[in-house]
C-alpha cells in the first residue's frame, strides 16, 4: 500500500474518541470520561473480556455486571431485562429494601413504567407480598439459569472487547514506522505531540570522514541550492529546472508524506533556484530563482503564499538576473536579499512589498545575512568587500578588503568618500556564515576565492585566519597553483569550519581562538570529495552531517 493510499483511509472520529475514552478510563479518570462521553453521546461500550461478562451474568454478579454496565451504552429493553431479574432474585434472598430502591430509582425501570405500566405494576405487586413464588417468577419451562443465560446472550452483542492501551499501541506504532522510514533520525527523542524529533543538540562536533549517502539527480538538472531545515528534519533541494523537493537524508528518497509531493505536485519556479532558505520554526520556506523572483511556500502543503516577483532586475555584464542568497528574518516577518544586479534588500512578507535596499556594492551580491541582533546586515559580493549595514537606516558601517591574510578596510569617512583602502585586489567574496555556538554568535567567518578564510566580527575587525598547509617546497610557483577556497560552512556547534577548494577537496579547520591563524586539521591532503565542480555544502543543524553538492548532479552526505 502506498502513502498515498494510506493517506486515503478515512478515520472516523468517532473511533478517535473512542481511543481516548479508553484512554481515560484505563488511568482512571472518570470526570474526564464521562464529560467526554457526554459532550460527544459517544459510548466506548468495551469490556476487558466478553466471556468474563457473560459468564458474571450467568452466575448472578450482579454488582460486578452493574458497574460494567455504567461505562456502557446499552439497549433500553435490554436493560429492563436485566434490573428486573436482578429485582426478582432480591426478592428471592428476601432483600426487599434493595429491591424496592431498585425498582423505584433506576432510570431502566422508570422507562419501564412509562413503556409498560402494567409490567411495572406486576413487580410492584411481587414487592408488596411477605414470600417468593419462583413458579409464579418464571413461566412454564423456565428458570432463573435459563432466564439469566439469555440476558447474557442479549448483552453480549452490545459489547466488544478490545485490546488494552490502544492509543499508546496506535501511537507507538506510528513512530515506529516513521523511524523505520528514516523519516525521524535514528536515535533522537521524539516530540510526539509536535510530530518532530526533539533537537536536543547533544552530538559533539566530529570531522566527517566518510560519504553515507547519495541522492542522483540528471546532470542537466542539478540541483543549485540545497538546505536543512533548522529542526534538522528536512533536506531541501533547489535545482536547475525549477523543482523544489523535501528529501529524506537518511534514505535518500522522497518524503512521500507530504501529500503534494505523493501526487507529484512539486513546489516548482519557472527560474533555476539560486537559493533556498528556511524560517526559524522550519515551517516556512524561501527560494529565489534566476529569473530574479523571490517566492515564499508552506513546507507541509506546498503552497506559495507570498510571490515578490521583481526582488532582483537584471544587472552586471550580460544582464545578469537572479536572486543569489535569501534569508528569513529572526521573527519570520521579512526575507532579506542578495542579486546580480549589485543590490541587498529587505522585502516584508506580509505587505508584499520591498521595505529597504542597500547600495553600494559595485558586482554581483553572492551571500547575505543579518546579524545574531538582527540589527545589522552584512553582505560579501565579487567586488572583493564585505559590507556591514545598519539594518535600520541602510547606511554602510564598514567596508572590508580582505587579502592574503590581510584586512584591508575603510573608516567612517572613508566609507562616506567611497575609498577603500586595501593591500592589493581584493578577491571575490563566496560565503559568510556566521558564528555557532562558543559564545562568539556576533562574530562571522568569510569565505573569499583565495587560499584564506577569515574569521571577523560585526564591528570589522580581523579575529583569526585559516589557510591551507603549505606546499612542497619543490615545486616551484606553489603559492600560484594552490587551489583557492569556493565554499565553506560551519559545523553545527560552531567547533570546526570546513572549507572546498576549486581541487573539490574539503579542509576542515578548528575554530577555537587558540591562535591566530589555523591550517587544517586531519589528513594534510584534505578530503578529496570528487572530480567535478562544487557548487555548495551545507550542515546539520545538529547532527555531524555535511552536504555536498556538485555540476554532476549529485548531492552527498559525509559523516565522521
Request: hydrophobic share 35%; charged share 20%.
Amino acid at each position: 500500500m502506498s502513502l498515498v493510499e494510506m493517506a486515503e483511509i478515512g478515520i472516523e472520529a468517532s473511533d478517535v474518541i473512542r481511543l481516548i475514552l479508553q484512554f481515560l478510563k484505563e488511568s482512571n479518570l472518570p470526570l474526564s470520561f464521562d464529560a467526554l462521553s457526554k459532550e460527544t453521546n459517544i459510548s466506548l461500550n468495551t469490556v476487558d473480556s466478553i466471556s468474563e461478562f457473560t459468564n458474571n451474568i450467568i452466575n448472578g454478579n450482579w454488582d460486578v455486571v452493574l458497574r460494567s454496565l455504567s461505562t456502557l451504552n446499552v439497549n433500553p429493553r435490554k436493560l429492563i431485562d436485566l434490573y428486573e431479574q436482578i429485582i426478582f432474585e432480591l426478592l428471592e434472598l428476601k432483600e426487599l429494601s434493595a429491591a424496592r430502591l431498585l425498582l423505584r430509582q433506576s432510570e431502566p425501570m422508570n422507562l419501564l413504567k412509562d413503556l409498560f405500566p402494567e409490567r411495572y405494576l406486576h413487580l410492584e405487586h411481587f414487592i408488596s407480598r411477605t414470600y417468593f413464588d419462583e413458579k409464579e417468577v418464571y413461566a412454564a419451562g423456565n428458570t432463573k439459569e435459563k432466564r439469566r443465560k439469555a440476558i447474557a446472550n442479549a448483552l453480549s452483542d452490545e459489547v466488544t472487547t478490545v485490546s488494552p492501551s490502544r492509543l499508546l499501541s496506535l501511537l507507538g506504532q506510528s513512530v515506529k514506522w516513521q523511524y523505520s522510514q528514516g523519516l525521524i533520525p535514528p536515535e533522537s527523542q521524539f516530540d510526539l505531540f509536535r510530530g518532530i524529533a526533539k533537537n536536543t543538540q547533544n552530538e559533539d562536533d566530529m570531522p566527517v570522514a566518510e560519504c553515507f549517502n547519495t541522492i542522483k539527480f540528471p546532470k542537466k538538472n542539478h540541483p543549485e541550492a540545497v538546505a536543512f531545515s533548522p529542526n534538522g528534519q528536512y533536506l531541501v533541494t533547489g535545482s536547475v529546472d525549477g523543482l523544489i523537493e523535501v528529501w529524506n537524508y537518511m534514505t535518500g528518497k522522497l518524503r512521500k508524506d507530504f501529500k503534494y509531493q505523493a501526487e507529484d505536485n512539486f513546489m516548482m519556479t519557472d527560474a533555476p533556484i539560486l537559493s533556498l532558505s528556511f524560517s526559524r520554526d522550519s515551517e516556512t520556506l524561501a527560494s529565489g530563482d534566476q529569473s530574479g523572483k523571490i517566492k515564499v511556500w508552506k513546507l507541509q502543503t506546498g503552497m506559495c503564499v507570498r510571490r515578490f516577483l521583481n526582488a532582483h532586475s537584471s544587472g552586471g555584464s550580460g544582464g545578469l538576473g537572479g536572486v543569489t542568497s535569501c534569508v528569513f528574518s529572526k521573527d519570520g516577518t521579512n526575507v532579506l536579499s542578495g542579486g546580480f544586479d549589485c543590490l541587498v534588500r529587505i522585502h516584508g512578507i506580509k505587505s508584499g512589498k520591498m521595505l529597504k535596499e542597500f547600495k553600494g556594492h559595485s558586482s554581483f551580491v553572492n551571500d547575505v545575512l543579518y546579524s545574531y541582533d538582527g540589527m545589522r546586515v552584512i553582505s560579501g559580493s565579487s567586488d572583493g568587500t564585505v559590507k556591514i549595514w545598519d539594518a535600520k537606516s541602510t547606511s554602510c558601517l564598514h567596508s572590508l578588503s580582505l587579502v592574503s591574510g590581510k584586512l584591508g578596510a575603510t573608516n567612517s569617512l572613508s566609507n562616506a568618500m567611497g575609498i577603500t583602502n586595501t593591500a592589493g585586489v581584493a578577491p571575490t567574496v563566496n560565503k559568510i556564515l556566521q558564528c555557532n555556538g562558543l559564545g562568539n554568535e556576533e562574530d562571522l567567518i568569510v569565505c573569499s576565492k583565495e587560499t584564506w578564510c577569515y574569521k571577523i566580527n560585526i564591528k570589522g575587525q580581523l579575529l583569526k585566519t585559516y589557510t591551507l598547509p603549505p606546499p612542497p617546497k619543490a615545486v616551484k610557483n606553489a603559492v600560484a597553483l594552490q587551489p583557492a577556497f569556493t565554499t565553506a560552512v560551519m559545523s553545527a556547534k560552531g567547533e570546526y569550519v570546513y572549507c572546498v577548494d576549486e581541487s573539490s577537496t574539503l579542509w576542515c579547520f578548528k575554530n577555537d581562538g587558540t591562535s591566530n591563524v589555523d591550517s587544517a586539521v586531519g589528513s594534510s591532503e584534505g578530503l578529496k570529495l570528487r572530480d567535478v565542480d562544487i557548487i555548495g555544502i551545507t550542515h546539520h543543524p545538529y547532527s555531524n552531517i555535511v552536504v555536498v553538492y556538485g555540476d554532476d548532479g549529485h548531492v552527498k552526505l559525509y559523516r565522521p
